[in-house]
């Protein structure tokens, strides 16, 4: 977003304590944010109060964006001083289908619960950026987007993209990457770790001291995702499609944050393009029962760490090109 940003209106699934929030009305913007916790929100909203003229532009939904309707619970961890990384406190995680996807299961913590939403119910106009942070439910927020996606004008997304062990969210991840590749025309790149935590330069004792539209793009420092076409080295029959390629292969650690950029060629109609399964098969268009996750107050021990494609508990991970097909075929 840049200097013209004050005419535009970004979406954000998942506030938290307002960072975004805060940022894009600093640019002038006019924000919708969802965030369910209500700790959170009262962070946000005393940023709000200390920022004049900040809550006139903002309008906040006190609710998961979910493609199923009802009430879910979210596991939030307590504040702890003794957490070694502090800033990992505002990683609530929800109980949906697939149980509680990502959350620091080293920390207590206490349940939230929210009604769900969906977002073409709310949002029915342009936005300039649609961004989901959700710890593993962002597949279920786009889908709740087709209309928006479909219909209206969104140059921009971010999104966080989560590895699990949950086969069904897998699959759901690498159809929604293939669908933004595909029918909604983005263009996505990988904010890797490195640059997602970098401070702005500064210089003369001031970060960017220039005005945004000559301000350098940081586009192009971004890596492609997929990093080039699944095929391209191919010596053999290829079956790998971009979607699973991205998701398996470049994508190598826990979670990631993904940007996109519409492409020029789409153009908003009437139609709406329609998502993809949240499953792996959708012979019977059932969904599958929901994972049991027990007390979420409790604190568990890690069940393992994601290195590469798959889940090890200590071990190495590397991406496996027999999954390719497997998720490559069977997700579509």
Known sequence: MRSDARVASPCQVGGNYGWYTLYSLALGCSVVVFEPVPRY???????????PGFASRV???????????????????????????????????MDGRAGVLKTIWLAKATVAKAKAVRLDD????????????????????????????????VPAIQFELTHTSNEDQTCASINMI???????????????????????????GRPYP??????????????????KPPCASATKPCEWQSGSWAYLVDFKGYSTNLF??????????????????????????????KVDSGDLTRKRPESGSWQGAHMTKGGRGRAKGGRGKRYGRGAA
Not at 65 to 89: C, F, I, K, T
Not at 126 to 140: H, I, N, R, T
């Open 59 to 93: 309008t906040i939904f006190s609710n998961v964006v979910y493609d199923e309707p009802g009430e879910y619970s979210l596991r939030v961890p307590n504040v702890n001083r003794h957490l070694a990384r502090p800033l990992s406190l505002g990683m609530t995680g």
């Open 210 to 227: 220039r005005p945004w539209k000559t301000a350098p793009s940081a586009w192009n420092t971004l890596v492609p995702f997929p990093s």
């Open 260 to 289: 996109g950029l519409r492409r020029a060629s789409f153009r908003p109609g009437v139609a709406v393009k329609p998502w993809p399964p949240l499953q792996c098969s959708n012979v019977t268009g059932k969904r599958p029962e």
């Open 122 to 153: 709310i949002v029915q106009r342009d936005v300039c950026l649609l961004k989901a942070d959700v710890e593993g439910y962002e597949p279920q927020v786009f889908q709740t987007a087709a209309a928006l996606l479909s219909r209206y004008s």
């Open 178 to 204: 293939e669908h933004l590749l595909g029918p909604l025309a983005f263009e996505l790149r990988q904010i890797m770790p490195a640059s997602l935590h970098n401070p702005l330069p500064d210089v003369s």
């Open 41 to 51: 929100l009262e962070v946000m909203q005393l940023g709000l109060a200390l920022n």
